[in-house]
Structures are given as C-alpha cells and as structure tokens.
C-alpha cells in the first residue's frame, strides 16, 4: 500500500506509530514487523491509532499443571512432531499470572486504538474464560464470541473424548460496537481447516481465516499484533488492502514473517517448505 492508496489521516496514523517505536525488523507499504517483547514495544505506541487489535497469543494452556515449562511442541503438536517448525517462547505461565500479563498488553493496545476499535484475542477450551476476563481487565468491552472450527483432525486424546476441534476468539470493542454501513456484520463461526502448506508456526493460523478477521478494520486502517509469529496477521492485511503492524520476540519467526509479508505483497501466498536436515 503505498501514500497515494491512502488519506492523508490514515497515512499519518501510520507514521505516527513508527515515529514512536524506531526501526523495524522489517517494513513494506503499510506493514511493518518489530521484533522484541511486546510489553517494551507497547509501552512506546502512540494514543488512538489503530482500528483494532487482532492477536494470538501463546495460550500458555494448562501451564498450571504438568505441563508447566513443557516445550509447546509437547503441547500444542501431535505427537510432539512440528515438521520442522521452530519452537517459540512465553508459553510457561500459569492462569493466574497469564490473566495479569494478558491485561497488561491489552490494556497498552487498548490505549493504542481508536474509540471505535475492535480487540479479537484467540485462546483455546482451558483459557477461554481467563481470557475472556482479561480482555475486560485490560479495558474492551466483551461482546461476544467467535469460534473457529479447524475439524476433525483435531486433537482427541482418546476415543472416549468430544474432540477440542475448536478455538475461540472472545472479542469486544473499545467504545460502543460501530454501525458500520460498508461492511458486517461478520460471521461469528469458522470453519477453516488448517493446511500444511499454509502453516508456517507451530501454531500458525489459516491465512483465510486471518483475511476475514480483518474484515473489522477499514480499507486502509491499521490492525495491531503484538505476538505476530509467522505474520499471519499480516499477510491477511496485506492481502486485504489494510495496514498492520506486527511485534515479535523471535528473529526467527520475525524472518519468516517478513518473507511471507514480501510474497504477500507480490500477490502470492508463500508455501510452507520443511527445513532440509544438514
Ligand atoms: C501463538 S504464536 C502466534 C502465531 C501466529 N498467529 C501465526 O499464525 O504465525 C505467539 C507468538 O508470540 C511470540 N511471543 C511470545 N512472547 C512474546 C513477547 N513477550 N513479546 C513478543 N512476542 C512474543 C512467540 O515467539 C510466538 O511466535
């Protein structure tokens, strides 16, 4: 996206957040990468710039019990196996301390949007409800529940279960829910598998599912991810004509966003490819 695509508001908007955080890892047309910890990172955005927040954070999901410190490849892929997949860190609180972090950054990304800014956290079955109160703690009004139904590949333990096949995404709105007359209402329920050849983290999320999330932004507005991972955030945006702007604590995460971002921006969906061992 480049200046003569947007007004002169939406544009300043823009340049206002990357006067306040510096240089980032990575930068094309409206979609900038920052790699640290979103926490730094968001204590320096600037007041009421962005039309929403969207992030998926790590869900550090029964990190209470057994599983605390447990690398999330034992958590979070079957048989531990993640196809080569880097590993990714912030995933060892517990629920008590997950629901004071997670209101902290919401409550940064709350300051950061405009009155009429929608915030969208994904979560899994255990932290539903804490993250339901977190996104209140940190100041969005909760307004309801989407679900993403990634089908039956998902995970049972044993057959004696009722599969954990979906994911949620508590969402709510800084001020009152906007009345918008070029776009909505949205759907409230997705069912998106997830494609190897489309997942790029650990946790990745469908790129499809991530385009019609964004659907709350404006043309041209500007989404926040403070936990970008493989960018999926912000391919979805470039691909739909908005700007976003990502934080990321890893390198490694942050380099792969940022290729994805570029073939993004070519028109192409870029292909997950597993490492060749050396
Ligand atoms: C669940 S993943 C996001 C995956 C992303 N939605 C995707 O499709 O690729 C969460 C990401 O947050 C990053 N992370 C964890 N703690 C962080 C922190 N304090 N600051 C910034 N990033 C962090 C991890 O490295 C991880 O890549």
């Known amino acids: 996206m480049t200046r003569k695509n947007l007004s002169l508001k939406k544009y300043r908007q823009a340049e206002a957040v990357k006067l306040s955080l510096g240089k980032p890892f990575f930068e094309s047309e409206g979609i900038a990468i920052y790699q640290g910890d979103s926490l730094e990172l968001g204590s320096n955005l600037p007041h009421s710039v962005f039309d929403a927040l969207i992030s998926d954070p790590p869900y550090c999901s029964g990190a209470a019990g057994t599983a605390v410190g447990a690398d999330p490849s034992k958590k979070y892929c079957h048989s531990g196996n993640t196809l080569g997949r880097p590993s990714f860190g912030g995933d060892f609180r517990d629920q008590r301390s997950f629901k004071y972090w997670c209101s902290l950054w919401i409550g940064q990304a709350l300051r950061a949007c405009k009155e009429t800014a929608y915030g969208l956290v994904f979560t899994d079955w255990r932290q539903l409800s804490t993250m339901i109160d977190a996104l209140q703690a940190g100041g ?97 945006s470039a691909l739909e004509g908005r700007q976003a702007i990502g934080f990321e604590a890893s390198e490694e995460y942050c380099e792969i966003a940022a290729r994805r971002i570029e073939a993004a921006k070519r028109g192409e969906l870029m292909k997950y490819e597993r490492p060749v061992a050396v």
């Open 140 to 236: 969005f009004c909760f307004k309801g529940l989407i679900s993403w139904n990634k089908g039956r590949g998902a995970r049972a333990p044993h057959k004696g279960f009722f599969r954990h096949q979906c994911e949620y995404i508590p969402w709510g709105t800084k001020g009152a829910v906007p009345r918008l007359t070029d776009r909505g209402p949205f759907d409230g329920c997705y069912s998106i598998p997830v494609l190897q050849k489309d997942k790029h983290h650990m946790t990745g999320k469908p790129t499809e599912l991530m385009q019609r999330l964004v659907q709350c932004v404006p043309k041209g507005g500007i989404a926040l991810d403070p936990f970008c991972g493989s960018g999926t955030t912000l391919v979805a």
